[in-house]
């Protein structure tokens, strides 16, 4: 079975300094791959995708860059955090063909100070 | 008008109660509609996932997508305490279509 990992947990972090968070899969080969912001009261946003190593597609232009070095490996990284950058980070994995909906990590909690 | 509307609630039943969770949509060529539990502090987690209109039985849950009037449905069964989560619905245009466009989710409590 496909397991989602992200980490850390939670992070907290002064204004300005760089972020970098990890998420990999296991048990499957060639996802696509998905990192999500989740605010209070405003739902789930789509920050990137990739559907292959090296390829990323950007939905919300920002302050956030999305890397993916190796199949299942994602990561989403800033040079220097905005107080607009907390919230709950999430990634999501779903098969190649897209016919399967995504299922989501147990995400990461983003505090900036 | 958004995309996908959902009561944020709170909702709050008795334990063993028939819950209703609902989610409107204004996107007539949405075609496959998700329903995702998300307990506080954790990444949701799949319950249900539908193409086109009809019903859909997964134990104590049921999936209802009613296209016509762009309304689906998620009833719970003898609802437990463990039911107690935020409930999330998501819904994308086609297959290999990779956006899936998200409710704010309804926070439900089942009280003992």
């Known amino acids: 079975s496909q397991t989602i990992h992200q980490w850390p947990a939670t992070l907290v972090q002064p204004v300005g300094s760089p972020l970098s968070l990890e998420c990999t899969v296991e048990?499957?080969?060639?996802?696509?791959l998905y990192w999500y912001r989740q605010a209070a009261g405003r739902g789930l946003q789509l920050l990137f995708y990739?559907?292959?190593?090296?390829?990323i597609s950007s939905e919300v232009p920002q302050n956030l860059s999305a890397s993916r070095p190796q199949d299942r490996q994602f990561i989403l990284s800033s040079k220097k955090l905005l107080l607009s950058d907390s919230g709950f980070y999430l990634c999501?994995?779903?098969?190649?063909?897209?016919?399967?909906?995504?299922?989501f990590g147990p995400g990461t909690r983003l505090l900036v100070l | 008008q958004k995309e996908v509307e959902q009561d944020p609630g709170p909702l709050s039943v008795p334990e063993g109660a028939i819950v209703s969770l609902n989610c409107t949509y204004s996107?007539?060529?949405?075609?496959?509609f998700m329903w995702y539990r998300q307990y506080s502090r954790k990444g949701p987690e799949l319950l249900m996932y539908?193409?086109?209109?009809g019903n859909k039985e997964d134990g104590r849950f049921t999936a209802q997508v009613d296209k016509s009037s762009k309304y689906i449905s998620l009833f719970i069964r003898d609802s437990q305490p463990s039911d107690s989560a935020t409930y999330l619905c998501?819904?994308?245009?086609?297959?290999?279509?990779?956006?899936?466009?998200f409710g704010k989710g309804t926070k439900l409590s089942v009280i003992p």
């Open positions: 999501a994995w779903s098969m190649a063909s897209g016919k399967e909906t995504q299922y």
């Open positions: 048990g499957t080969s060639n996802p696509n």
């Open positions: 990739s559907v292959g190593i090296g390829q």
């Open positions: 996107n007539s060529a949405f075609q496959y």
């Open positions: 539908t193409y086109s209109s």
């Open positions: 998501a819904m994308r245009l086609r297959a290999g279509s990779y956006q899936l466009t």
